[in-house]
């Protein structure tokens, strides 16, 4: 059975355990304490979280174990074949919800909970914040008024970008738009959202 390590309320292994419900795949959560202990760092040695095991495979980064049960317990209509006109989309986007949306808000929770109050609003975290800001902006025009970002129905993208923002809003602490802010609420609305949230 698929076993996904995370935080109690990880956003970023919740990417996974969505994802085994959408399809309907049984899996298990196991916590991992903060900081990871040495237990956990014998078994990811990155000492990132979360890390995936099914079988012989042992894997970090959410977004490649997303790939990877869509791809080994597919085909899911969250990750259509590459000859869909929607596939490049689809990988865009689910990218894009960590490469640069989650990993800049990582050291914006570092200093939002680390750092001594008078750096708080240093140089880098204000350009940091800046910067998602704009990237937030462009996927509220992106998604306009439709339900999905890509196409017509849920695909990776969709919960790559929603963990990602549910990150920003309740680990950064910070506001979104409100087209986004009803997207994200609509998604966590899903059953298998759900699911997933109320095995944690
Ligand atoms: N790109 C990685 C990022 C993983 C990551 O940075 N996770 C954070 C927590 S959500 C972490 O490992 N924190 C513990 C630490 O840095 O020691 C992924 O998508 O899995």
Redesign the pocket.
């Known amino acids: 059975m698929i076993k996904i390590h995370d935080?109690p309320h990880?956003?970023?292994g919740l990417r996974v355990a969505w994802l085994c419900e959408e399809m309907d795949l049984a899996y298990a959560v196991t916590p991992v304490s903060?900081?990871?202990d040495n237990d956990y760092r014998a078994l990811n040695p990155f000492?990132?979280?979360?890390f995936l095991q099914d079988g012989q495979v042992s894997m970090?980064?959410?977004?490649a174990m997303m790939l990877y049960v869509a791809q080994k317990y597919g085909p899911t209509d969250a990750l259509p074949l590459a000859d869909n006109g929607r596939y490049a989309k689809v990988l865009q986007f689910t990218l894009l919800g960590?490469a640069t949306l989650?990993?800049l808000m990582?050291p914006l929770l570092a200093v939002r909970f680390g750092a001594p109050s008078d750096q708080k609003r240093n140089w880098s975290a204000l350009g940091i914040e800046s910067r998602l800001k704009g990237t937030i902006d462009h996927l509220r025009d992106e998604l306009g008024d439709r339900d999905f970002l890509v196409g017509s129905s849920l695909t990776l993208a969709d919960i790559s970008i929603a963990t990602a923002l549910r990150i920003w809003t309740r680990g950064v602490g910070q506001e979104m738009p409100a087209t986004l802010r009803a997207y994200c609420e609509r998604l966590e609305d899903r059953p298998a959202c759900k699911r997933a949230l109320g095995g944690r």
Request: charged share 15%; proline share 16%; aromatic share 10%.
């Open positions: 935080f990880g956003a970023r903060f900081p990871p000492g990132t979280v979360p970090g980064e959410s977004i960590e989650s990993s990582t």
